[in-house]
Every structure is written in structure tokens, then in C-alpha cells.
């Protein structure tokens, strides 16, 4: 791990292999270790930098609110501090809506751009599920309540039902979280804010969405609502899972990314 001084914020990350870069942003519940597989299969092809957001993982953690967009221009600060010119990018759930923001912003540095479980904008289910969680987290205080409460959001009640030590294992990471309650509140709030859905259609790179068809926080509504203003956009459905189908389907989501690599790398 390293740090590196983004305005006002240390970010931790990562930065391993050579060749083409990766950047890897995470979701609202995790951090940089929810690409521990990824790093691990494609840094010998590539050069592949995970790190975590301003209040998340080892980064500065301040009580304040926080949009996707500012996220984006931390991004954006990390990449010209790691003398990064273009990356694919690689975003999950919160991750895309970052990924959207630094397209817009910065298009010429966005060589790729893969959204999974993500949005333009939330539909009120996924609305509704989010401020579920953070009201748990908030009037409980505990991670370990909201890690049970949540964990059901995350996987398709088949692999909820069938694979209970991996569950088990998924409520025990999060009920280990050690960042400030706060901070995932107002991260939580930036997702349900976050809205690009009028401005989708600027974003000219090739571009991949990649949805859990079980998926309830991020839907298939909202995945139709990013598929109707980014038509060039190639669309894969997992459709056994929900939210966390980098996990549950992990082989398919690997020759997926696998396949769009090998095309889009220079």
C-alpha cells in the first residue's frame, strides 16, 4: 500500500504489474480489497492501481458531505499523480457513478469505461434500499447490524439460501468495517443524489454496462435507463445474480473482462 496527497486527502492504493493501466474504483460498502481477484489476474498484462475513496479503507475519513462528482476529481488528482494519461476504467456499484463523472470531465483519460452494478441514476427501489441501509446504520451504530441487515441485498436469495459460509463470510467483513459511520452516510446520500442520466450520451469511449439480473439496488429499470441513452454501450446480464455478481458468477465476469481487454487494449 502507498499514499498520495489528493488536495486536503491522503488515498491509499495500490499499484502493481506493468502495461496498459487498469483503474479499479470501488463500490459504497468496500474498498480497495474488493478487487483482490481482479489485481491478482490481470497484473501480468497490466499495470492494474486499486485504491480507496476519501472515507473509505486507509484514506482520510472527514465528516462532511461528498458528491460522486468530487469523488471523480479525486480520481481524476490520483491518476495525474501517478502519471497516468488514459486507463481503462473499472467501476462497481458507487465506483460507475464515479466512472460517469471522470468520463465527462476528463474524456480523454478514460480509454475504456466497464460499469458494474451500477447506475445513472437509481430507481426508487434501489432508492429505498440504500436509505433502509444507511437509517440501520445510523440509528443502530453498528456494523454488525448493518452487515446482517444488508447482506440479503447483495447476493440472489439462491446463492443467499445455497452458500452460507461464504454469506457468513461477506456479513464478517463488513461487520469489521472501522470507517466512520458518517462517512458512509454521506456516500450513501451522494449515490442516491447522483443522476448523469442527461448527460450518459456525451461519453463517446467504448463503453461495457454489466448488470445482475437479480439485482435490486442497482435494476434492470436502471440499467435500461443507461442502456437507451448510451445505445453504442455492449450490455452483459448476469442473470443468476444480484448485486455482488462479480462473486456470484465470478468465471463469467472474468472471460468478460477478459474478452474486452484483449479487444480494447492499445
Request: net charge negative; with cysteine.
Amino acid at each position: 500500500m502507498a499514499m498520495a496527497t489528493v488536495g486536503d486527502y491522503e488515498l491509499a492504493y495500490d499499484d502493481e504489474g506493468s502495461g496498459f493501466p487498469i483503474l479499479l474504483i470501488h463500490g459504497l460498502a468496500g474498498d480497495r480489497s474488493a478487487w483482490v481477484p481482479q489485481r491478482a489476474a490481470w497484473k501480468d498484462r497490466h499495470r492494474v492501481v486499486s485504491f480507496d475513496n476519501r472515507g473509505a479503507g486507509a484514506s482520510t475519513q472527514k465528516d462532511e458531505p461528498i458528491s460522486t462528482e468530487d469523488l471523480a476529481r479525486d480520481t481524476l488528482e490520483l491518476l495525474n499523480t501517478l502519471d497516468i494519461e488514459s486507463a481503462h476504467i473499472v467501476g462497481r456499484s458507487m465506483g460507475g457513478a464515479v466512472a460517469q463523472h471522470l468520463a465527462l470531465m476528463a474524456p480523454e483519460r478514460v480509454h475504456t469505461l466497464t460499469m458494474c452494478a451500477s447506475f445513472g441514476k437509481l430507481d426508487p427501489v434501489g432508492t429505498r434500499i440504500l436509505t433502509n441501509m444507511r437509517e440501520v446504520l445510523e440509528w443502530r451504530r453498528s456494523w454488525a447490524d448493518h452487515a446482517s441487515h444488508s447482506a440479503a441485498y447483495f447476493v440472489s436469495p439462491e446463492f443467499y439460501n445455497d452458500n452460507p459460509d461464504t454469506v457468513n463470510a461477506v456479513v464478517n467483513l463488513i461487520a469489521g468495517e472501522t470507517r466512520m459511520i458518517e462517512c458512509y452516510s454521506h456516500q450513501n446520500i451522494a449515490c442516491i443524489e447522483h443522476d448523469t442520466l442527461d448527460r450518459l450520451g456525451e461519453i463517446t469511449c467504448p463503453t461495457q454496462i454489466l448488470a445482475g439480473g437479480m439485482d435490486g439496488i442497482c435494476s434492470l429499470t436502471g440499467t435500461r435507463w443507461m442502456q437507451e441513452r448510451l445505445p453504442q454501450a455492449k450490455t452483459v446480464i448476469f442473470e443468476r445474480s444480484s448485486h455482488f455478481f462479480l462473486m456470484e458468477e465470478a468465471p463469467k465476469f472474468m472471460e468478460v473482462m477478459g474478452d474486452w481487454l484483449a479487444t480494447h487494449t492499445p
